[in-house]
């Protein structure tokens, strides 16, 4: 069992920066891979941006360019930096674990807001 926890949220203004971090319980080599999804208000939780166990990371199209992923495997802890934030990005922000079996569900955190107002 891994456990995540994420913190860094809160309240920023449009252009504004946040770095979110996911700290795991155990060696985030025991997963397959860690990743950050969100889940504004009324809408289906989405994907952000991934990072693989060799280090390939992906990112949604919406965040490309303003969002960077990056872990600290010494602290089994996840991080994402945001950068030119708008309002649009308002969301609780879930840090995800996938494990090595697609048959296994993955793990979640228990989500962090952001909001981003004037």
């Known amino acids: 069992q891994v456990q995540l926890v994420e913190s860094g949220g809160g309240l920023v203004k449009p252009g504004g920066s946040l770095r979110l971090s996911c700290a795991a319980s155990a060696n985030i080599f025991s997963v397959a891979g860690m990743g950050w999804y969100r889940q504004a208000p009324g809408k289906q939780r989405e994907f952000i941006a991934s990072?693989?166990?060799?280090?390939?990371?992906t990112y949604a199209d919406s965040v490309k360019g303003r969002f960077t992923i990056s872990r600290d495997t010494a602290k089994n802890t996840v991080y994402l930096q945001m950068n030119s934030l708008k309002p649009e990005d308002t969301a609780v922000y879930y840090c995800?674990?996938?494990?090595?079996?697609?048959?296994?569900?993955?793990?979640w955190g228990q989500g962090t807001q952001v909001t981003v107002s004037s």
């Open positions: 995800n674990a996938r494990r090595y079996s697609s048959f296994l569900p993955d793990y």
């Open positions: 990072i693989t166990n060799g280090g390939i990371i």
